[in-house]
């Protein structure tokens, strides 16, 4: 456990912390540093991207890297903009302020409806198109393995009719797909088998639990017989028991309305304690998911997330209860989720590729997987779309004849002019990128704090000391990461899934900071603290952190740390998931007057487009809401 940060692992992650904001921008450390994980060499020249630049194999910090947030935080915190700006002879009829989902899906959009001859710019904070669509990859002899470093899968019930038309332009078959998925895979089918590990820490022993632990805690005929590999102590054993069988209507003081109430304002900390007399280690069983999916712990959920997470409870709270518990568990039954091997970058690399084809060959949904994109071709001024990376937007305005917009890349600021502008970046960031934005306006912006993750990728030389355990999908209460599976077991066009026996794998690892409440605080308060401390969390403390929890989850199977862990990934969301509404905080607005509705009104030639300003984490949301950008300005 004492091994040394290799030198490509400080290269990636030390040194560019070093030059943040300094001497050397991080695209010349990058030049420095002659890749990551790969013979690749990095370069960064004057007129653009080399031939070698390829950032999804870079290793240590990804994510919101050093380089990708210095200058927007000297905006956001001090107000700090550059004084002079050295004008550039470009001028684009539409000039777009993010390259994630939203910000392509804007950018092809636009194109549709005004023609594809329009020139279009996309300015990016990151070194990487996709914004939280993230693409780690690693080679290990002959093989690339391909993991998923943000936006996870596709959650197409909740798909609109331009959702499902775009992934249809793109060559998305979601039924193919889906097949192309290891059946029971956790993070496209939540009824999948999955095992609990219980640390020493918190449980007394490091213990392994296999099960299939979402039908467990919903009373199928197997739970009982699981439930007793957690030794918990007699009484606290019956009362979980009762809590899953519903035999008590732990609500029965209520009514039916008092009851949609309650679940909806209460936390599920309360709810367990209180109603179902269950202990602070007990209901910690219940917080993996939690954290994950909405960054905060079982004291900050309310009950309602809580049950449809698949937690206990549902048949313990009334007639209404069990029949939503029924009804969860048949939808369950039929819900997946298809998702890439590299998540939602084949969407952002699919987007791409279609609006500058000379990025990689190809023109399906299978190629795309292990298409190698040539980055130097992203802002050619040979293309009538261009994505210009390592650039922060410091100010968008409204100008006669359209806009202008000031950026700083490799810390020399630009300005230049387009028709429009559409904002694809943070809800946060807007108020300080825009000042011609009213007052109020401003403040609905800034209202959702967005969720901070961390999603770690692990590459082992063999996978044999994971498989030995089990099904490697796992839900860890109380470690640093919550949940832990294998990368997406996907096998597309010549991209083939090989994580059996001997062979590599990429783990998968998900830590959200998610502090405690102390009971003065919001889910908002929360969420600043845990981005806070991300940021000051090194990458040596991410990397030891990897090697104790799978030492202590794997190593009675043969597991080295040291010998077995090839590289490490750390995906680092410090602004990840957007703000979802959480009413045990927030109140219920009318339609049309919530802070997001009210937040991404258009002014003048410049209009919004963010999953921020939907309301909604998802990728169908970020495109739904490049439509609607999109259409503002058509009519403006």
Known sequence: MNKKIT????????????????????????????????????????????????PPKLTGIRGSHKGSFEVAHQLAWAGQKPDHYQP??????????????????????????????????????????????????????????????????????SFSDTVNRVMEELGVDLEKLQE???????????????????????????????????????????SLKILNSLDLPPVQLQRLRDLITGENDLLDDLSISETMDYVAVTSYEEFLINRAGLTQETINLFE????????????STNVQNALLLGYPGANSVGYAGKLANKALNYLKDGMVFPLFPDGNASIARLMVRKMIPAVAPGNTMEDIVDAHFDYSQLDSSESPVRIRLSSTAVNVKNV???????????????????????????NGLIPHLCPELPEKQKENLKYG???????????????????????????????????????????????????????????WMCHAPAPRNNGEQTARDLYRLGRHSL???????????????????????GFDAERDIEAITVNRWSHGYSYAYNLIYDPEWEEGQAPHELGRAPIGSISIANADSEGAPYLHAAIDAAERAVSELKKA
Request: proline share 4%.
């Open 180 to 222: 192309s998925i290891e059946p029971n895979y956790l993070l496209s089918d939540f009824n999948a088998e999955s095992s609990y590990f219980l640390n020493k820490k918190q449980f007394g022993q490091n213990k392994i639990i296999q099960g299939n632990w979402a039908k467990a805690w919903q009373g199928d005929e197997q």
């Open 7 to 54: 030198r490509r692992d400080f290269l990636n992650g030390a040194a560019i912390a070093i030059a943040a904001g300094a001497i050397l921008s991080p695209r010349s450390i990058l030049a420095m540093t002659k890749g990551g994980s790969s013979s690749d060499t990095m370069l960064a020249e004057s007129a653009g991207l080399g031939k070698g630049y390829y």
């Open 288 to 299: 993996p998911f939690h954290k994950i999916f909405m960054g905060v712990s079982n004291e």
């Open 400 to 426: 006669d004849g359209g806009v202008e917009v000031a950026y700083v890349q490799n810390g020399k600021p630009y300005t230049l002019k387009g028709k429009n502008s559409i904002l694809a970046c943070y």
């Open 535 to 557: 940021y000051r969390t090194s990458f040596a403390t991410y990397e030891q952190e990897v090697k104790e929890q799978l030492t202590a989850m794997f190593g009675s199977n």
């Open 449 to 507: 704090v967005k969720v901070p993750l961390v999603m770690t990728n692990v590459l082992l030389r063999s996978g044999a000391p994971v498989l030995a355990a089990g099904p490697a999908q796992y839900h860890c209460p109380g470690s640093y990461y919550s949940v832990v599976t294998k990368a997406p077991p996907v096998s597309l066009g010549d991209y083939h899934d090989n994580s059996k026996g001997d062979n590599p794998l990429v783990l």
């Open 88 to 157: 550039l002879d470009e001028e684009y009829d539409l000039i777009v302020v993010g390259g994630g989902i939203s910000g392509l899906a804007a950018a092809y959009f636009y194109r549709q409806q005004h023609g594809i001859d329009k020139k279009v710019l996309i300015l990016d904070n990151h070194d990487d198109f996709g914004g939280h669509a993230k693409r780690n990859e690693f080679e290990f002899g002959d093989r690339t393995l391909l993991g998923k470093g943000g936006s996870v899968n596709l959650e197409t019930l």
